[in-house]
């Protein structure tokens, strides 16, 4: 269920320095999760499998399943936070948030459609990240396509 975020009128749009403080923040979570699962399917393939070592990352299955891991692993990581609270470890960091147009937390079909266009918003040299300079509501490509807007939060009260 989508929960109505607060201060709605306090918030304004994320220009492209904040995304990019917040993409590092979180792009070392992300690497940490897939040493993690990477060693997790290591452990799998040399220990229940019973591969030598010297037979791994040699059979196109193994390679094309870690992929997938890790794809599915980056995707929980995101997802989870976007959608649970609209903010990663990262966005939290530069006050951001990802939300609906109208103020809601994003579904999981909009945290999937936003993975996968950062994805090739990447893949095209960042063009998708850049689009924030040219967009008059300083959305990315992501943005535009999950129908969903990243704002920056006022600072806490003292």
């Known amino acids: 269920m989508q929960r109505r975020f607060g201060q709605l009128d306090d918030v304004w ?37 019973g591969i030598p070592a010297e037979r791994i990352g040699i059979d196109p299955a193994q390679v094309a399943s870690l992929r997938l891991l890790l794809l599915a692993s980056g995707f929980a990581f995101f997802a989870f ?6 903010t990663t470890l990262g966005m939290q960091a530069w ?9 809601h937390s994003i579904s999981l079909l909009q945290s999937l459609v936003r993975y996968l266009v950062a994805g090739v918003s990447l893949a095209v040299f960042g063009l998708g990240y850049l689009w924030v300079l040219f967009d008059a509501e300083r959305r990315s ?18």
Not at 95 to 103: I, K, N, P, Y
Request: glycine share 12%; proline share 4%; aromatic share 10%.
């Open 13 to 49: 749009p994320a220009g492209l320095g904040r995304r990019l403080g917040a993409m590092i923040y979180d792009a070392f979570l992300v690497a940490a999760i897939w040493i993690l699962v990477a060693s997790l399917h290591l452990l799998f393939l040399r220990q229940v499998l």
């Open 81 to 86: 936070f976007w959608v649970r609270g609209g």
């Open 95 to 103: 006050r951001l948030r990802v939300q609906t147009r109208d103020g």
């Open 141 to 158: 490509w992501g943005d535009i396509a999950s129908g969903t807007r990243v704002v920056v939060l006022p600072k806490p009260a003292k």
